[in-house]
Nanobody, 119 residues
Framework: VQLVESGGGLVQAGDSLRLSCAAS????????LGWFRQAPGKEREFVAS????????NGVDSVKGRFTISRDNAKNTVFLQMNSLKPEDTAVYCC?????????????WGQGTQVTVSS
């Protein structure tokens, strides 16, 4: 099983990015998927998750109203639309998938994609 993120990069404050995470090796149509981020010297933060039916759960307050999680079950892919980016959003963004129900642990992790926001 692999989760591969893409879409990161260097942008300016106020710009937008759309991250993608493509899963392979198994189908995650019935699984909760999510996004996390980790900035240098900081602990990993939960950004958002989305259930198999499309119900989203937000994580850190700082991204509410700016970041939107979505999924395409036909493509086995989860997305993170990030608008109005701020320098404090700079981090490595990783996607993850739960194997055993919405209340189970995050079982699979991607390697991450770097997002850098300049002021």
């Amino acid at each position: 099983v692999q989760l591969v993120e893409s879409g990161g990069g260097l942008v300016q404050a106020g710009d937008s990015l759309r991250l993608s995470c493509a899963a392979s090796g198994r189908t995650f149509n019935r699984n909760t998927l999510g996004w996390f981020r980790q900035a240098p010297g900081k602990e990993r933060e939960f950004v958002a998750s989305i259930s198999w039916s499309g119900s989203a759960t937000n994580g850190v307050d700082s991204v509410k109203g700016r970041f939107t999680i979505s999924r395409d079950n036909a493509k086995n892919t989860v997305f993170l639309q990030m608008n109005s980016l701020k320098p404090e959003d700079t981090a490595v963004y990783c996607c993850a998938a739960k194997l055993n129900g919405p209340y189970g642990p995050w079982t699979y992790w991607g390697q991450g994609t770097q997002v850098t926001v300049s002021s």
